[in-house]
DNA sequence: ATCTTATTTTGAATGAATCAAAATTGCTGG
DNA sequence: CCAGCAATTTTGATTCATTCAAAATAAGAT
């Protein structure tokens, strides 16, 4: 199996329940939609869905994607710049990210240890260390070839 | 001179002018209050310096920071958790940031490097990286001890 | 099929940040 | 020192993501 390969919907069904959670359409229309694109907000979600789930409401979207991360299903990020939280259904790989500071665009970047911490800090502070988060900043090679506003 | 020693509030309206910005007390107040709280927040700016200057306004400590980053003179953050972004005077030492997961208290962590970026990653996507911005996630001493909620 | 409880919806509120126009202040050059 | 301009602050309002709370609904167990 190869890994991070999106599930179909009764898989995630399944993932649901086996967290002990209610496998409903709205739950598994966003993990199979984050799934494939993932880095999108709770707005992106919502617009996303409303095609096949009208009923959804973007209420709804905040409530999922606030349970579902609280569960370890998915994980939130918060890049810098606007539009807000963003997830993704790709955990516990300890991956990082490269964030563009003109366009925002966010790319994967896998870590070389892959398990967190992958970095341990000079000094302590007397704190138990439990993770490194690294973003990287850059500028994407199509904001680059712009001219620069 | 020791590295980041706070400055009086002469040497920061110098600082000011010499950026091309005027020197007002408002600016002047709230470099030395970040000068010597560093990690604050635009509203405990404002709090802090309403005892001073009573006519200061909140939307000013806004401007005021906005302003002062925008030139280099201070340095956002964005922490996870509740209370917005938090402001320092300590820049262009490339330094990383340990934030408590439980109460949100941050430290500052030297960078080994000391000069941005500290860090490669291993495919760039294309982009240019400009810098690496890392942030450890732990638990402090503090709440360590206490019991969890 | 019914019941229980989790989840979604509905409706409202929060908090941080930003926008715009008017009032004020810092600075410059006379 | 003073007038005048432009930068800054104030005033007042607005945006946006997110959260809160109560009522309605739907999932899954018996
Ligand atoms: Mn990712
Ligand atoms: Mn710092
Ligand atoms: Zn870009
Ligand atoms: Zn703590």
């Known amino acids: 199996m190869l890994p991070f390969a999106p599930l179909d919907s009764a898989a995630w069904s399944e993932r649901l329940r086996e967290t002990g959670l209610k496998s409903t359409s709205g739950r598994v229309a966003a993990l199979e939609h984050l799934s494939t694109h993932p880095h999108t907000t709770a707005n ?12 959804l409401t973007l209420q ?17 990020i918060d890049p810098l710049g606007p539009g807000g939280a963003r997830y993704e259904t790709r955990t516990d790989d300890n991956h990082h990210h490269l964030q563009c500071v003109r366009c925002g665009r966010i790319e994967d970047i896998d870590c070389a240890v892959g398990a967190a911490p ?17 973003t990287f900043r850059g500028v994407c090679g199509e904001c680059d070839k712009r001219p620069q506003p």
Do not use: F, W, Y
């Open 44 to 55: 992106e979600i919502h617009t996303a869905l409303t095609k096949e789930l009208p009923a």
């Open 60 to 76: 709804s979207v905040h409530n999922i994607v606030q349970d579902l991360t609280a569960h370890g299903i998915i994980r939130r």
């Open 118 to 134: 992958c970095l341990t800090p000079h000094s302590t502070h007397g704190m138990r260390i439990l993770q490194a988060d690294v």
